[in-house]
């Protein structure tokens, strides 16, 4: 079964410093492999997303995130953060099994505060 | 457009009560889902459903029961509630389940006391 892993809990960021967030997957096949984002008290909102082609993907509010199949990763990055970034960030992984679709995978979010 | 919207969004239960949770989507979606969010747990996959009258079981159908009558509604029942189902639940459709952006519900948060 495919798994997802975000190794950090929480991240404190000054305000206007880059930003990463990791996401390490585990699945097969080439997955499809998703950021959402979660400000408190909300549903979640996609930020972006990978299927195949470009491995640099480009999402909303300034978001990035890198596909690295050899590390089994899907890190995200803001070069700059603003205070409206801080919220619950997951990583979701997706996969078809053979027999129609098994839905995402979900890891356990990390929290991201912004120091001013 | 709504989108996706979800009713109650907050719910009180005793153990063994039963309570159905409204979720109904105005896209034309064919893919539903229902996620359940714990504390350090991220969203976990109860039950989805690939189109009117077909659902399935996803990681933690345990102790709920969904139908599928219409394109637009998935209900999501409790029978029994019981503490270890207090949570926030999130209903979410899609064009696709694995593969297609999931657009998500506010979200109903339940106490089971």
């Known amino acids: 079964a495919q798994s997802v892993t975000q190794p950090d809990i929480h991240i404190t960021v000054s305000e206007g410093a880059s930003l990463e967030l990791r996401c390490n997957y585990s699945y097969g096949a080439t997955p499809y492999l998703f950021w959402y984002v979660q400000s408190p008290g909300q549903g979640l909102q996609l930020l972006l997303k990978?299927?195949?082609?470009?491995?640099l993907v480009q999402g909303i509010k300034g978001f990035e995130a890198e596909f690295k199949r050899s590390q089994s990763s899907f890190n995200l990055r803001k070069p700059s953060v603003h205070w409206s970034d801080a919220a619950e960030y997951f990583c979701a992984v997706g996969r078809l099994s053979g027999g129609g679709a098994d839905g995402l995978t979900f890891g356990k979010g990390t929290h991201l505060i912004i120091q001013p | 457009n709504a989108g996706v919207t979800q009713t109650p969004k907050f719910q009180v239960l005793k153990t063994g009560q039963s309570m159905t949770l409204q979720c109904a989507q105005d896209m034309n979606h064919e893919y539903m889902s229902w996620y359940r969010q714990d504390p350090g747990m991220g969203l976990r996959l109860i039950h989805y459903s690939v189109g009117a009258g077909i659902t399935d079981q996803g990681e933690v159908p345990n102790g709920y029961n969904v139908s599928r009558s219409t394109t637009e509604d998935f209900p999501l029942r409790l029978l029994s509630a019981a503490p270890s189902q207090t949570s926030v639940y999130f209903c979410?459709?899609?064009?696709?389940?694995?593969?297609?952006?999931?657009?998500f519900g506010p979200g109903t948060r339940l106490l089971v006391l």
């Open positions: 990978y299927f195949s082609g470009d491995t």
């Open positions: 979410a459709s899609s064009y696709g389940l694995a593969e297609e952006t999931q657009y």
